[in-house]
């Protein structure tokens, strides 16, 4: 606590001595735990640790479980057995369970395997990140740069102050680095100086977002307006076809059904008409008489709508 307090006073003493100067002091900090989430090269040899340490953890169980087989077997069996058999399953029953406790501790111990392991997991990645944040640092003038998840009481840190994503930019660029072509290099260099002007100055990045959003409703709107033009269109096209059908059937005197009467019988059976079916069909002669004066009525007023064509 004496240490971080020390720590306070010293930059905020250095922080007055410089506003007094020609600019502040410019600070930042980085959040170690979430840059490491973010690199696919850890992240990847993290799952392979977990498989591991889900292996132990399978023996440990299998081990357990083989120490209650020698104490159940024992209390079932201690009345046949002699007090020198007794003693000596129970002395293997002890050895058991300290080869158990020493194997827990080997793996998961404070100085176990896990431990060890994940050191050795996040030593080369945090090395990159120091380097990274010096990089920054010198390119773009930072005073002090914090480590959010270190012994470090912040008690407060704006977002605007946090350079983990440039962090995390920079070590996977540097990973994809050796694998792109000379083209493919230039663009990543200026979509990185582009994302450092964004960084430098949030505004743009505002600015960016705004046109972003109105880029997006436009397309959007254009695209509606595509749909609803295409939707009219297939319309007029069905209505002008009904028509020319409807033409077509005054000429041979016939009668062409309204379009929900063929959507109606659009599942009955094809080849044959079936409107006529149904008037000529009925289920009694009286209803086929009805069908029968209908059909004559229909045929009547398309001869005289012949004739005054």
């Known amino acids: ?163 983990s994503d440039q962090v995390v930019r920079v070590i996977t660029r540097a990973t994809k680095r050796n694998q792109l072509s000379k083209k493919q290099l230039k663009l990543e260099e200026e979509k990185e100086a582009k994302e450092n002007l964004e960084d430098e100055n949030p505004a743009v990045a505002d600015r960016k977002k705004i046109l972003d959003d109105k880029k997006a409703a436009r397309e959007q709107l254009i695209a509606e307006k595509r749909a609803a033009a295409e939707e009219n269109k297939k319309a007029v096209e069905e209505n002008r076809k009904q028509l020319l059908a409807e033409k077509e059937a005054k000429k041979k005197g016939t009668v062409v059904p309204e379009k929900n009467e063929i959507d109606s019988t659009a599942n009955e059976v094809p080849g044959t008409n079936n409107s006529a079916l149904k008037a000529t069909a009925p289920a009694d002669n009286s209803s086929a008489i009805t069908a029968k004066q209908k059909l004559a009525e229909i045929k009547a007023r398309d001869l005289e709508e012949r004739k005054k064509h």
Request: hydrophobic share 40%.
């Open 1 to 163: 606590m004496r240490k971080q307090i020390v720590l306070l006073i010293f930059i905020m003493t250095i922080s007055i001595a410089s506003f007094s100067q020609s600019r502040g002091v410019k600070i930042g900090y980085i959040d170690m735990e979430y840059i490491l989430q973010n690199v696919p090269d850890y992240m990847e040899a993290k799952s392979q640790l977990e498989q591991k340490a889900q292996k132990w953890k399978q023996e440990i169980e299998a081990k357990k479980n083989e120490v209650t087989k020698l104490k159940e077997s024992l209390k079932t069996e201690k009345v046949l057995l002699t007090k020198e058999l007794i003693e000596e399953r129970e002395e293997e029953i002890v050895f058991q369970e300290t080869e158990l406790f020493d194997y827990q501790q080997k793996r998961f111990g404070p100085n176990g395997d896990l431990i060890l392991q994940k050191a050795v997991l996040s030593q080369p990645i945090q090395d990159q990140v120091f380097t990274a944040a010096q990089d920054i640092a010198e390119a773009k003038k930072y005073d002090f740069i914090f480590d959010k998840s270190s012994d470090l009481t912040m008690l407060f840190a704006a977002k605007r102050f946090d350079i």
